[in-house]
């Protein structure tokens, strides 16, 4: 089955965490925000391969066989938890950095 890239809700990761702080955030505050960041990053990628897989689609469309390998080409995967943790792990190294 695959999950649509809006379907994915972080609060079940971590917990529920709405309240936005406007000081120093905590830990958890930090870990939030950079899961949802990493799941805003790449549903935008989503959103841009999709529109790339329909517009090569487009292109073809007087020819079946050439849209759909086209379309078949450009799709993008269906993101995943394990996807967007990989990603924020990748942002939250800067968090951690020491320089």
Do not use: C
Not at 15 to 42: C, F, V
Not at 50 to 58: Q, R, S, V
Not at 61 to 75: G, L, R, S, V
Not at 77 to 87: C, G, Q, R, S, V
């Amino acid at each position: 089955m695959h999950v649509g890239h809006h379907d994915i809700n972080l609060d079940w990761i971590i917990g529920n965490h709405t309240q936005k702080e406007t000081k120093m955030s905590n830990p958890y505050q930090i870990r939030y925000d950079t899961l949802n960041m990493a799941k805003e990053i790449l549903d935008k990628q989503y959103d841009m391969q999709m529109e790339l897989a329909w517009k090569a689609m487009d292109m073809y469309k007087e020819n079946t066989k050439e849209a759909m390998d086209a379309y078949q080409k450009y799709i993008p995967k269906a993101i995943t938890p394990e996807a967007i943790k990989e990603n924020a792990d990748k942002l939250y190294e800067f968090v951690t950095e020491k320089k």
